[in-house]
C-alpha cells in the first residue's frame, strides 16, 4: 500500500469524524451537558467563560476542553481499531492474498495422480507376450492424517478394520511414511473387490483408491523371464530420481522392462477432486488424461523361441548336462531372433504377493536361474574361436589362402611343453584346418612354429577385440557381461605370474583365461556370414507410440569391414567346408536341404561340480545368403557335435520351416 493511499484513508476517516466545537452559546434539546429544565439565555460576550451557572439546578458541568478531550480520546480510540481492522483486511487481501488463496484451495481440491497404462511387449509376427491386468492399490496421503494423538488412533483402528490389516502393522506404516506424499496400504484387489470398498473408504480423510493394473507374461512362449524380466514397486531412489512417478508405480527391475521402462511407462495423468473438511471426495473438478506408454516389437520369433528353449533342455536332460544358452541372431539386422537360458524362471511369481516363497528359493537357488546365461554367462570358447583367428593371420599376412602346414606328428613341443592335437590331420590348409578343427595348425600360426611366425599375443588380443570380444556388445539389456580377453598385464595381476608362450598356445585354440559369452560368439560368426559388418545385438524391432505408429529400430553397426573381404571368404569357406564330407559337423548338417557354415568347439573347464567339458556349436545359414547366426553352449555336456549341434540344427530347421530332427543322447565316452 503507498503512503498516498494511506493518506488518503486517514483524511477520509478524519473528516467522519470531524464535528464542531461545543461552544456555551450553543442551545437545543441536543447539547450534552444542559438539562432541559434549565435552559437559558446565554451572554454572547460571555463565549469564552469556562462556568455556565443554571438558574433552577445545582449542578456543576465539566469544563469545555475537558468534554472535547474525552470525545478526540473516543475518536482515536475507534480510528486505532479501524486501522487496525484495515491493516488486517489489507494483510489477507493483498499482502498474502495469493498463498492465502492457494492454502484455502488446497484445504478444498486435492490432485491425485492417475496411472498411465505400461505399453505392452510383441513378438516380430505381433504375438502379444505381456498384458495388463486390472488392480487397485489403497493409497494415504499423510498430509490428511489426524493431528490429535487419540484421533489419530481412531483413524488407524477404523482403517485397519476396514482392510482387513494388523492395527499395530498399520500403525507402523503409516509411522514410518508420514515424510512421503503418500503411502501404499494394500495392493493387487481386484475390481469385484474394489467397488464395495471404496464406498467403505469414501468417509476417511486421505484415503483414495488408485488403478495400478498387474503385469503378466505369457507363459505359452518359454523362458520369457530372462528376455522380458520383470516389474517391482518403485524404490525410495526411484521417486527421487523421477517426479513423475508414485508410491504405487511398478517400474522395470530386469530384462526389457528396466531397459525401456521409460518408454513403457508413459505419462501419469492427473484428476483434480473438492474435498470437504474430512478429505472426503466431493467431485471431480478437472482433469488431465495420462498419457499410455509406447509398445514394443521385438525381432524375437516365438516359435524359434520355443523350438530352441525345449531342445536345449532336452539335449541337457539326455546328457545329464547341468546348464546352458542358445542364442540366435539375425546376421543382417542384429536382430535377437531367440534366446535362451536355462535354468529358467517364470517372471509371473514377482508380481504375485502369495509367490514370495518362490521368489525367495529363486534368489537362493545354486543352479543361478535368475543369470542370463546368453549374455552374462562366461565361458572359454574351445575351438569355435578358431574361424576369427584364421581371419587375423590371413588378414596379418601370417599365411595366405594356399599356405600348407604338416600337422602329421600330431603334437608340437615348446620349451619343454608338449602340445597335443586332438586327432592327426596331416598336411593342411587353412580351409581343411578349419573344417577339421586342427589344433596343431592353430598352435602354429597363433604362437608360432617352424617357418610360421605366428601372430603373438599381442595381434591375437587385438582381433579378439575388433571381432567384440572382452567387451559389452551394447545389446539393450541389462546385465550383459564383457568376458575376457587375456594379456600379459592380467596374467600378472590375476596369477602374480609372467606370460609364457604356452599361454600364447592355449589362447590359440580358446583357451587360457578366454572367454566369452554366448551372444559375443554369435555377433562374431554373424560378421564372419554376412562379409565382416560388426553388428550391435538387439532386441527391439520397432517402437509403437499411444497411437499404434511404429517406428523402426535401425540396424547399428559397430565396425562395417572388421576384416578384408578376401580373408573373410577365406573363412567362410572353410566354416562351409565344416558342414561338409570330412567336416566336424557333417553329421549334424550334411542333411539340410541348403548348405551351411559351422564350427565345433569342446571346451576344457576347472570345475569341482563339472568333470566334463563344455559342448558348443556355432554356425550360420544358409551359406549363400545368410540369415541368421546361432550359438549353443551346454555346460559339462562334453562334445560340441553331438551335444550342442542338434539344438542348433533344430533351430535352423525350425526358423525355415522343415520337420524336426529328433534330440538323442550322445554316444558313450563322447
Known amino acids: 500500500m503507498t503512503k498516498d493511499l494511506l493518506d488518503r484513508i486517514w483524511q477520509f476517516f478524519a473528516n467522519l469524524f470531524k464535528g464542531k466545537r461545543i461552544r456555551n452559546t450553543d442551545q437545543g434539546i441536543f447539547d450534552p451537558y444542559i438539562p432541559i429544565k434549565s435552559l437559558k439565555q446565554v451572554n454572547p460576550s460571555a463565549e469564552r467563560e469556562e462556568w455556565v451557572e443554571l438558574e433552577e439546578s445545582d449542578e456543576v458541568l465539566l469544563p469545555i476542553s475537558v468534554q472535547h478531550l474525552g470525545l478526540t480520546i473516543f475518536k482515536s480510540v475507534m480510528m486505532l481499531i479501524l486501522f487496525g481492522i484495515i491493516f488486517r483486511i489489507v494483510s489477507l487481501q493483498i499482502t498474502n492474498g495469493q498463498s492465502n488463496f492457494s492454502a484455502a484451495q488446497g484445504n478444498t481440491l486435492r490432485n491425485e495422480l492417475i496411472s498411465s497404462s505400461r505399453g505392452l511387449i510383441y513378438d516380430r509376427s505381433g504375438s502379444q507376450l505381456v498384458k495388463n491386468s486390472p488392480s487397485f492399490s489403497v493409497v494415504l496421503q499423510p498430509s490428511a492424517l489426524p493431528k490429535n494423538k487419540n484421533d489419530l488412533q481412531n483413524y488407524t483402528n477404523n482403517l485397519a478394520t476396514i482392510l482387513g490389516l494388523n492395527p499395530d502393522d498399520l500403525a507402523k506404516t503409516i509411522s514410518n511414511g508420514k515424510k512421503q506424499v503418500e503411502i501404499v496400504l494394500l495392493d493387487n484387489i481386484t475390481r469385484d473387490q474394489e467397488m464395495p470398498l471404496e464406498i467403505k473408504l469414501n468417509n476417511i480423510a486421505g484415503i483414495y483408491l488408485r488403478q495400478t493394473p498387474v503385469r503378466l507374461y505369457s507363459t505359452s512362449v518359454p523362458d520369457l523371464g530372462h528376455i522380458l524380466g520383470y516389474i517391482g514397486k518403485a524404490t525410495s531412489d526411484d521417486l527421487k530420481k523421477n517426479s513423475s512417478l508414485q508410491a504405487s508405480s511398478e517400474v522395470g527391475k530386469s530384462g526389457i522392462e528396466q531397459q525401456y521402462d521409460t518408454e513403457l511407462n508413459g505419462k501419469p495423468g492427473i484428476e483434480t477432486v473438492e474435498v470437504d473438511s474430512t478429505g472426503r471426495t466431493i467431485r471431480s473438478v478437472g482433469t488431465t488424461p495420462p498419457v499410455p506408454g509406447e509398445s514394443l516389437i521385438l525381432g524375437l520369433d516365438s516359435s524359434v523361441q520355443t523350438v530352441a528353449v525345449n531342445a536345449l533342455q532336452e539335449s541337457i536332460t539326455k546328457n545329464k548336462a547341468t546348464s546352458g544358452a542358445a542364442v540366435v541372431m539375425d546376421v543382417n539386422t542384429g536382430d535377437i531372433v531367440a534366446m535362451a537360458s536355462l535354468p529358467s524362471f517364470d517372471n509371473n511369481v514377482f508380481g504375485d504377493p502369495t509367490k514370495q516363497a518362490v521368489v525367495q528359493s529363486l534368489l537362493t537357488d545354486p543352479g543361478s536361474p535368475l543369470l542370463n546365461r546368453a549374455i552374462a554367462g562366461q565361458y572359454p570358447s574351445g575351438s569355435t574361436i578358431k574361424p576369427v583367428y584364421a581371419t587375423a593371420a590371413l588378414d596379418e599376412g601370417v599365411v595366405t589362402a594356399n599356405t600348407k602346414i604338416d600337422t602329421s606328428a600330431g603334437k608340437i613341443t615348446v620349451s619343454g611343453t608338449t602340445f597335443n592335437d586332438w586327432k592327426t590331420h596331416g598336411i593342411t590348409d587353412i580351409k581343411q584346418a578349419i573344417?577339421?578343427?586342427?589344433?596343431?595348425?592353430?598352435?602354429?600360426?597363433?604362437?608360432?612354429?617352424?617357418?610360421?611366425?605366428?601372430?603373438?599375443?599381442?595381434?591375437?588380443?587385438?582381433?579378439?577385440?575388433?571381432?567384440?570380444?572382452?567387451?559389452?556388445?551394447?545389446?539393450?539389456?541389462?546385465?550383459?557381461?564383457?568376458?575376457?580377453?587375456?594379456?600379459?598385464?592380467?596374467?600378472?595381476?590375476?596369477?602374480?605370474?609372467?606370460?609364457?608362450?604356452?599361454?600364447?598356445?592355449?589362447?590359440?585354440?580358446?583357451?587360457?583365461?578366454?572367454?566369452?559369452?554366448?551372444?559375443?560368439?554369435?555377433?562374431?560368426?554373424?560378421?564372419?556370414?554376412?562379409?565382416?559388418?560388426?553388428?550391435?545385438?538387439?532386441?527391439?524391432?520397432?517402437?509403437?507410440?499411444?497411437?499404434?505408429?511404429?517406428?523402426?529400430?535401425?540396424?547399428?553397426?559397430?565396425?562395417?569391414?572388421?576384416?578384408?573381404?578376401?580373408?573373410?571368404?577365406?573363412?567362410?569357406?572353410?566354416?562351409?567346408?565344416?558342414?561338409?564330407?570330412?567336416?566336424?559337423?557333417?553329421?549334424?548338417?550334411?542333411?539340410?536341404?541348403?548348405?551351411?557354415?559351422?564350427?565345433?568347439?569342446?571346451?576344457?573347464?576347472?570345475?569341482?561340480?563339472?568333470?566334463?567339458?563344455?559342448?558348443?556349436?556355432?554356425?550360420?545359414?544358409?551359406?549363400?545368403?545368410?540369415?541368421?547366426?546361432?550359438?549353443?553352449?551346454?555346460?559339462?555336456?562334453?562334445?560340441?557335435?553331438?551335444?550342442?549341434?542338434?539344438?542348433?540344427?533344430?533351430?535352423?530347421?525350425?526358423?525355415?520351416?522343415?520337420?524336426?530332427?529328433?534330440?538323442?543322447?550322445?554316444?558313450?565316452?563322447?
Open 435 to 670: 573344417a577339421e578343427s586342427n589344433d596343431i595348425f592353430f598352435y602354429e600360426i597363433g604362437g608360432g612354429f617352424g617357418n610360421i611366425g605366428g601372430l603373438g599375443v599381442d595381434r591375437l588380443d587385438k582381433w579378439l577385440n575388433k571381432f567384440g570380444f572382452g567387451e559389452f556388445s551394447g545389446i539393450d539389456l541389462p546385465g550383459e557381461a564383457d568376458g575376457n580377453v587375456p594379456t600379459p598385464a592380467w596374467k600378472q595381476k590375476k596369477q602374480g605370474e609372467k606370460w609364457y608362450i604356452g599361454d600364447t598356445y592355449n589362447l590359440s585354440i580358446g583357451q587360457g583365461g578366454f572367454q566369452t559369452t554366448p551372444l559375443q560368439l554369435t555377433r562374431a560368426v554373424a560378421a564372419i556370414s554376412n562379409g565382416g559388418k560388426l553388428l550391435v545385438p538387439k532386441m527391439v524391432k520397432s517402437i509403437l507410440d499411444e497411437n499404434g505408429v511404429a517406428t523402426d529400430v535401425p540396424p547399428n553397426i559397430a565396425n562395417n569391414q572388421v576384416a578384408t573381404p578376401s580373408s573373410i571368404a577365406t573363412v567362410r569357406q572353410g566354416m562351409l567346408q565344416t558342414t561338409q564330407v570330412g567336416g566336424s559337423a557333417h553329421s549334424i548338417l550334411g542333411a539340410l536341404p541348403f548348405q551351411t557354415g559351422a564350427k565345433t568347439g569342446t571346451a576344457q573347464i576347472t570345475s569341482s561340480s563339472l568333470t566334463n567339458t563344455h559342448a558348443w556349436f556355432t554356425m550360420f545359414a544358409p551359406y549363400d545368403n545368410p540369415q541368421i547366426a546361432i550359438s549353443i553352449v551346454v555346460e559339462g555336456g562334453g562334445e560340441g557335435y553331438d551335444v550342442a549341434g542338434p539344438v542348433a540344427r533344430q533351430i535352423t530347421e525350425q526358423y525355415f520351416h522343415l520337420p524336426l530332427t529328433p534330440i538323442n543322447a550322445a554316444p558313450p565316452g563322447q
